[in-house]
């Protein structure tokens, strides 16, 4: 890894991931593609679809080390995290022989259609329709927070294809060209002063009838796997990138003179902790059968969004006074220092992906079994 983030790719080392998206959005894409060549995208996937077929421990290990080498955020991620496994899962041999190459190669790339303004937890009230004509399915409608977006080639939308369905009934997992025609992407401002995320508007947009996934009906059911990755095993390698954020914690604390701080100290000992049981946590998943896993992955999910958030606050307080300052080239393309990149961004690792709340939701009523929440 060391040898390979050299020249040109040097300057993306550490560089990219949540908050910092909009950074070497071309040379990151350019690093998937130098991945790919060694075949390095994908390596949990089965050898036909161009993965190595690696067991999930040494999956994990691969994403610890390429975190500790400071390998940038993955601009394929999810393609790869997300939408690959969805297809692996739920599509068919002519769909996957037609958009995994692109993932593995480092050569298209994906953004999730789920949210709509009246659509986020309470995902099942999608207003999007979808509707087949000649041919083609006409979509319509508005999606929200869509990541990415204005980066992508493709979008994975859940829309509603028949009229009058309700809630998890009724519903398509449609796979839709960014370049169709019909499309308007607004970028979302953010508090970090970038815009990762977009409105994204369907205004008749169409896509071929085959780019379906499942069937008519089948949209919740395809949508729900996708959710089970994101909150899963994906993220089992990141404990690696939250100690290098602590490490630059201490750092901080360390040279402004305020780790005499017994408070600083106390909060900081504990995020150490946590993240030590973070690890142990996803070591201790490895040795789980398959069938555990999605169980297991409803807990991390709900453990490193708190972890993250807490340690974003614990970074101002490393970073004392200085703290109340933001450069004043807010509105450059390089606007924040990373600490405060940190605290802002990780505001919302307990929203996306299924907010705390939600979160403790699920794990209440599936994982332990509770009385369903009252509806
Ligand atoms: C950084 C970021 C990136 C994102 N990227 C994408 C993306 O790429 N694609 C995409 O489709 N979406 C994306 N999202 C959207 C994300 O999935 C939603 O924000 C999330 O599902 C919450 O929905 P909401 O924002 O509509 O909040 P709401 O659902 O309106 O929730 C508001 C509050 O009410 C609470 N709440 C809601 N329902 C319940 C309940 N039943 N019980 C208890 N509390 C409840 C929530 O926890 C929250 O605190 C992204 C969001 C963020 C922050």
Redo the contacts with the bound molecule.
């Keep these: 890894m060391h040898e390979n983030l050299t020249g040109d790719f040097a300057q993306l080392r550490f560089r990219g991931g949540p908050g910092d998206e909009h950074m070497f959005v071309q040379e990151r894409m350019e690093w998937e593609r130098h991945l790919a060549t060694g075949r390095w995208t994908c390596v949990g996937w089965p050898t036909e679809y161009g993965g190595r077929a690696l067991p999930i421990s040494q999956e994990v290990i691969f994403h610890e080390e390429y975190a500790r080498a400071g390998g940038p955020g993955r601009a394929g991620l999810i393609g790869e995290g997300l939408l690959g496994p969805t297809l692996l899962h739920f599509a068919t041999e002519e769909q996957k022989q037609r958009f995994l190459p692109g993932i593995v190669g480092g050569t298209e790339y994906w953004?999730?259609?789920?949210?709509e303004p009246n659509a986020?937890?309470?995902l099942a009230n999608i207003k999007t329709t979808a509707r087949l004509v000649d041919g083609q399915w006409v979509i319509n409608g508005q999606?929200v927070?869509?990541?990415l977006a204005q980066w992508s080639d493709w979008c994975f939308v859940i829309a509603r294809a028949e009229e009058g369905s309700q809630r998890h009934a009724g519903l398509v997992y449609l796979l839709v060209p960014m370049t169709a025609e019909g499309i308007e992407v607004r970028p979302i401002r953010q508090i970090t002063g970038t815009a990762e995320?977009n409105e994204v508007f369907f205004d008749d947009v169409r896509t071929d009838a085959a780019n379906i996934v499942g069937g008519v009906g089948d949209g919740w059911k395809v949508a729900m796997g996708t959710l089970a990755f994101e909150r899963g095993v994906l993220t089992l390698g990141q404990q690696m990138a939250f100690q290098r954020e602590l490490t630059e914690i201490i750092d901080t604390a360390t040279a402004n003179g305020r780790l005499d701080d017994p408070n600083l100290r106390d909060a900081i000992t504990k995020l150490w902790i946590r993240v030590r049981i973070m690890r142990a946590n996803a070591v201790r998943t490895l040795s789980l059968a398959e069938s555990q896993l999605g169980r297991e992955a409803m807990i991390t999910k709900l453990f490193w969004a708190s972890l993250h958030r807490d340690m974003g606050e614990v970074a101002m307080d490393a970073m004392g006074a200085d703290a109340m300052i933001i450069n004043d080239s807010y509105d450059s393309h390089e606007p924040l220092e990373s600490l405060h990149r940190l605290f802002m961004f990780t505001r919302?690792d307990t929203?996306?992906?299924?907010?705390?709340?939600?979160q403790r939701?699920v794990i209440g009523e599936r994982a332990l079994g509770l009385p369903r929440?009252p509806r």
């Excluded at 953004?111 to 949210?115: L, P």
């Design positions: 953004c999730q259609g789920y949210s986020g937890s309470d999606k927070w869509t990541s995320f919302s929203i996306y992906g299924g907010s705390n709340q939600v939701n929440e």
